[in-house]
């Protein structure tokens, strides 16, 4: 590699294996200059009034809206989903922008009851620095989900985009400044993660540092924040699963199940990853599920009627490739629909997988235990909701779960004894921005969105007041 090469970084589209676009890689000096000017702006910053803020956060929101085709079509050069999933994922950025942009003047603390050392109040500040380190899979929303409570809160917010998807993240970032946040109060710093990524999670000048991204990375980031005093956010990854109860609507189950393990290509953190399905319904749900799956459309997502497009790119193919490779022949089950790399001439340059359903593998087999980040759906039979709990609760996630029922016995029972962030009854996947998301077990610590988010970002200052 020459010099010039190790400065840049080039965003392969999955779907053609051709440049979407290059960004510097920035070093750990890069994101120390970052800090600094952070810390310059930030009492600037942290003095205007929340409804100022606010403004500036609207504005951004409002542009990110106009130009949403642009910004798409940047988001499915560099990430590979369809357009129609990058517009929502667009608007969803903006959605939770004005979210907290409206919700800026509700930033209060507490007067306590008089007592013998008089009056007592509480007041929220900002923190000061913070950092934020985001996944390719949701670039633009999980940018928004830590953006938003950040700067409205007051503090100045260094974001690191996954080196996979950097481009979209930057174009955002030069909306907000054009909208009138300053630059070292919002920037992003494209490299890598042991670099950029590292450089964040080590510093002891970031106040707060907010980690999406997998549960083996989480945890390193956690090992070098230790000692730095920084309060940390870990959203990790899940293997949430999806009970299909005997009383469900099946067809909106089944079309629950497609939109839930399919969309982005499998590669949610919150996708539906283990099925479980009662047996009286069995035979039905899986034969209806085997028919959907097949006929979703693969290929470009930049081509109108493209349901899915590729992974992120060869070496997620190849994982996926070689791990189902030998689960007929090993574990005995049986791939219902798709299971191979997707071989038609034009798709050949990208990485593309063919949607998968397999039925029949051992429940505490791999497929059920790990997350399994991609286009493939196990499908198991249970015999009840005791079994069916039982199974979902046995991995070490705790991110997303759903059951889908009629009974309000079987919904109330679910959603009390799932080890699950969130728990949805008749869907699953969608979290509006005012809900709170965030995961229990291994799927990491504190909340993003809604209130809770807001919280993350604010310190509290008792006051004690003697007459
Ligand atoms: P990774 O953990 O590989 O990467 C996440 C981010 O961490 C990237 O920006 C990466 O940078 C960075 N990083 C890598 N190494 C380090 C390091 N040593 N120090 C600091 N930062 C580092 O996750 P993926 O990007 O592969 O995302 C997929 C995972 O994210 C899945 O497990 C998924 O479930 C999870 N996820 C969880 C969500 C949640 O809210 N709970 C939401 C979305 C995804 P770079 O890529 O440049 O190396």
């Known amino acids: 590699m020459n010099e010039k090469e190790t400065d840049i970084i080039d965003v392969i589209n999955p779907a053609t294996g051709e440049s979407a676009g290059t960004v510097k890689r920035c070093t750990k000096d890069d994101v120390h ?21 606010a403004k500036l956060l609207f504005l951004s929101a409002q542009e990110i809206r106009e130009r949403q085709t642009e910004l798409a079509e940047l988001l499915t050069a560099e990430q590979g989903k369809p357009l129609f999933e990058a517009k929502n994922e667009i608007q969803g950025c903006a959605a939770v922008l004005e979210y907290y942009a409206s919700i800026s003047g509700t930033v209060r603390g507490d007067f306590l009851p008089k007592s013998d050392y008089g009056y007592s109040f509480t007041v929220k500040k900002p923190l000061g620095i913070c950092g934020a380190i985001i996944p390719w899979n949701m670039p633009v929303l999980i940018l928004a989900w830590k953006t938003g409570p ?31 946040i300053p630059e070292d109060v919002f920037s992003v710093v494209t490299g890598s993660g042991s670099e950029a990524g590292s450089a964040l999670a ?6 707060a540092l907010s980690f999406t991204g997998s549960v083996e990375t989480g945890n390193f980031v956690e090992k070098l924040s230790c000692g730095t005093g920084k309060r940390l956010t870990l959203e990790l990854g899940g293997s949430d699963p999806m009970i299909v109860c005997s009383d469900a609507d099946i067809d909106s189950a089944v079309a629950g199940a497609v939109a839930g393990r399919y969309y982005n290509c499998g590669q949610t953190c919150t996708a539906v990853k283990r ?30 009627g493209t349901k899915m497009g590729p992974l992120i790119d060869m070496d997620a193919r190849e994982k996926i490739s070689m791990l ?12 219902l629909t798709g299971g191979k790399i997707t071989g038609t001439p034009e798709l050949k340059s990208g990485s593309f997988f063919e949607p998968t359903v397999i039925a029949g593998a051992p429940k505490d087999c791999f497929l059920f235990t790990e997350e399994i980040f991609g286009p493939v759906l196990p499908v198991a039979v249970v015999k009840d909701m005791d079994e069916a709990i039982e199974e979902a609760n046995r991995t070490k996630f705790g991110l997303g779960a759903s059951v889908w029922t009629k009974s309000l016995k079987n919904s109330f029972e679910a959603t009390e004894m799932l080890d699950a962030g969130i728990v949805w009854v008749n869907r699953h996947l969608k979290i509006p921005p005012e809900v709170p998301f965030g995961g229990e077990k291994e799927s990491g610590s504190g909340r993003e969105n809604g209130l809770s988010a807001l919280d993350r970002y604010m310190k509290e200052k008792t006051v004690i007041m003697t007459p």
């Open 150 to 180: 950040a700067l409205v809160a007051g503090n100045c917010l260094i974001v690191k985009p996954s080196s996979k998807t950097p481009l979209t993240s930057q174009k955002i970032a030069a909306i907000l400044h054009s909208c009138g």
């Open 202 to 207: 080590e510093s002891r000048r970031i106040a």
């Open 33 to 53: 200059s970052a800090i600094e000017m952070a810390e310059d702006a930030f009492s600037g910053w942290a003095a205007k009034s929340p409804r100022e803020r």
């Open 324 to 335: 189902i490779s030998g689960i007929e022949r090993d574990y005995g089950a049986e791939i």
């Open 275 to 304: 099925l479980y399905v009662m047996e009286d319904i069995a035979e039905e749900f899986k034969r209806k599920l085997t028919e959907k799956v097949s006929q979703i459309k693969t290929g470009n997502g930049m081509i109108k």
